[in-house]
């Protein structure tokens, strides 16, 4: 029989190097879950000893059962009682670090559900690290269009967002500064611009409102944010766009311009014009009475019917040039105008007042 091999003292403490190396602050270190108690949780370190974890770390491992293997960063490499001071917080953030930028560098749709909203946009978390979504960063469907006074109505439909799954790119993640912010215009603009392309100025389009503001309607085309201003809403004069719709109404619009961003939209051509068909009923020299709307330094409007607004110029109301339309006119007042001149094309028409 040969004789069998001799061991030395070396040679034991060289069969293992984990039984010579010692842990150090900053170690990532994996182990086993050997205790769960109510203020702490032991981990077995093999060779390297046993590592203790606060219980408050405990809610960055979901499930968390005696048995499972786990990932945790070095604390403090031995502590009084002479355990390992671990956090599992650290090594999450760390791995999660690790995984968003191998995301972000693949420019990646991933999905993230809000935690909380303020009026500068949505708080998430994702991979164990909060990050931020701007709300210029929010597509058509989710950006809150109202007014720039509505603080309270901005920050109440940020909150309806909350709890909700929305797919974003990684805009930029920058551990050193514990930066991280998404943006959901980035995880939808492949999409857009294919959308884009199929569009036409002169198509008619469907949208649902998603804001309604004092220069007019913003709409969320199928992805894509477009603009009734106020003065394309109707044929007649708007002083106020929410009398004409809400947020959420579903609407026909003509698309009457195109550019990167946006569609310019306009309600009043989809719909028959009033003024062609009430202007046939005048004629030049014709006597109609009106009222006046708005008196300026240049002369007077008058309503002359629902559709028809007329300009009395200046130069009607006497000799010279420094007449003052003030001192003729009076608002929401009754004359009666001659029809001087009707320009079909250009939509205007022109009164001289009766004496």
């Known amino acids: ?21 010692k842990v150090v602050a900053g170690d990532t270190i994996e182990g086993k879950v050997i ?3 109510k203020h702490e949780i032991l981990i077995d370190l093999g060779n390297q000893g046993v590592g203790l974890v606060p219980r408050r770390e405990a809610s960055y491992v979901r499930d968390l059962n005696l048995g499972d293997k786990v990932t945790a960063s070095v604390i403090e490499a031995e502590m009084d009682d002479g355990y390992v001071l671990l956090s599992l917080r650290k090594a999450v ?6 995984e968003i930028g191998a995301k972000m560098d693949n420019a990646e749709i991933v999905e993230i559900t809000p935690y909380d909203a303020n009026r500068g946009g949505l708080l998430v978390e ?9 709300v210029s960063q929010l597509s058509a469907e989710h950006y809150p269009r109202v007014g720039s006074a509505d603080k309270d109505e901005i920050l109440q439909r940020l909150n309806s967002l909350v709890g909700k799954p929305i797919k974003v790119r990684i805009l930029d993640a920058i551990k050193k500064e514990n930066k991280l912010i998404f943006s959901e215009k980035e995880a939808i603009k492949d999409g857009l611009a294919e959308r884009f392309a199929s569009l036409k100025v002169g198509d008619t389009v469907h949208g649902v409102v998603t804001g309604v503001v004092d220069f007019g309607v913003f709409v969320n085309v199928d992805g894509i944010e477009g603009l009734v201003h106020i003065s394309e809403i109707s044929w007649e004069r708007v002083n106020n766009p929410s009398d004409y719709v809400k947020i959420g109404d579903e609407i026909d ?46 002369g007077a ?11 009395v110029h200046v130069s009607e109301l006497g000799e010279g040039s420094d007449v003052d339309p003030e001192k003729v006119f009076t608002l929401n007042e009754r004359k009666s105008f ?11 028409i022109s009164l001289s007042i009766n004496k």
Not at 254 to 276: C, G, N, V
């Open 1 to 21: 029989m040969a004789d069998a091999k001799k061991v030395t003292f070396d040679d034991l403490l060289n069969s293992d190097e984990d039984a010579s190396k």
């Open 35 to 37: 205790s769960i108690k």
């Open 93 to 98: 953030k760390d791995k999660g670090w690790d």
């Open 126 to 134: 994702y991979e164990g690290i909060r990050g931020f979504l701007p």
């Open 253 to 298: 619009a003509k698309i009457i311009a195109i550019d990167k961003e946006r569609l310019s939209l306009s309600m009043k051509q989809l719909m028959e014009d009033p003024w062609l068909h009430e202007v046939e009923k005048l004629k030049k020299g014709s006597k109609v009475e009106g009222t006046v709307t708005r008196i300026t330094p240049f």
């Open 301 to 311: 409007f008058v309503q002359i019917s629902p559709a028809v607004e007329a300009l």
């Open 338 to 348: 001659t029809v001087l001149d009707i320009d079909k094309e250009g939509r205007k």
